[in-house]
C-alpha cells in the first residue's frame, strides 16, 4: 500500500513502501560501514558518535497528469566532498531499469537527514537534464518517538517560467 499526499501544486504523491525500506536499508549499510565497532554508545563517558552519514540515491516510477507514482529507488554514487555525481554509474543503472521497468522514468532523488541542506542543489541540478523537475525525497533518520507520521518528505521543484 502507497502512502499518498498531495502538495499546494496540485500534484498527487503516492510513496510505495519499497522506497522507504531501501532508502533505510542503504542507510543502514552505510551507518554500519562507517561506525567502528567500539563507537556504540551505551550511555558510557567519552563515547562521541560520528554524525550520521548521508545516503543519496534515484527514485523512479511514473508520472501521469497531476499523479505522481514512486514505486523504486537505486542508489547513487555521490562524493560529498566534491559535489561530483558518478554519471556513468548513473547512466548504466538507468539503462538496466529501462529493460526491466520500461514504463519507469526517473522521477528525482532521495537523501537521508534531517533537512534539506544547500549543497543537496548541486545533484538536485545534476538530475534536470535526466527530468527537468526532479522530485526530492528527505528520510530524516533521526528517531522521535513523538512522531506518528512516517519521517519523509517530499520537496518538489519550482518552474520558473
Known amino acids: ?9 496540485g500534484l498527487t504523491f503516492k510513496l510505495h513502501p519499497l522506497v522507504i525500506v531501501n532508502i533505510s536499508d542503504h542507510y543502514t549499510r552505510v551507518k554500519s560501514q562507517s561506525q567502528p565497532p567500539h563507537a556504540v554508545s551505551n550511555g558510557g563517558e567519552g563515547a562521541t558518535l560520528p554524525p550520521p552519514p548521508r545516503v543519496f540515491g534515484c527514485v523512479i516510477g511514473i508520472q ?11 542508489e547513487l554514487l555521490y562524493d560529498p566532498s566534491t ?4 554519471r556513468s554509474f548513473l547512466e548504466k543503472k538507468q539503462e538496466l531499469y529501462k529493460k526491466v521497468f520500461p514504463h519507469f522514468y ?8 534531517s533537512d534539506a541542506q544547500e549543497s543537496d542543489m548541486h545533484i538536485h541540478k545534476a538530475l534536470m537534464d535526466i527530468n527537468e523537475s526532479p522530485v ?7 528517531i522521535n518517538h513523538a512522531q506518528k507520521d512516517l519521517p519523509v518528505t517530499i520537496y518538489e521543484s519550482e518552474l520558473h517560467v
Open 1 to 9: 500500500m502507497a502512502t499518498s499526499s498531495s502538495s499546494s501544486s
Open 64 to 74: 501521469r497528469g497531476r499523479m505522481v507514482e514512486i514505486f523504486n529507488s537505486f
Open 83 to 86: 559535489h561530483s555525481l558518478d
Open 106 to 113: 526517473i522521477l528525482g532523488w532521495y537523501s537521508t537527514g
Open 136 to 142: 526530492y525525497v528527505l528520510l530524516n533518520t533521526s
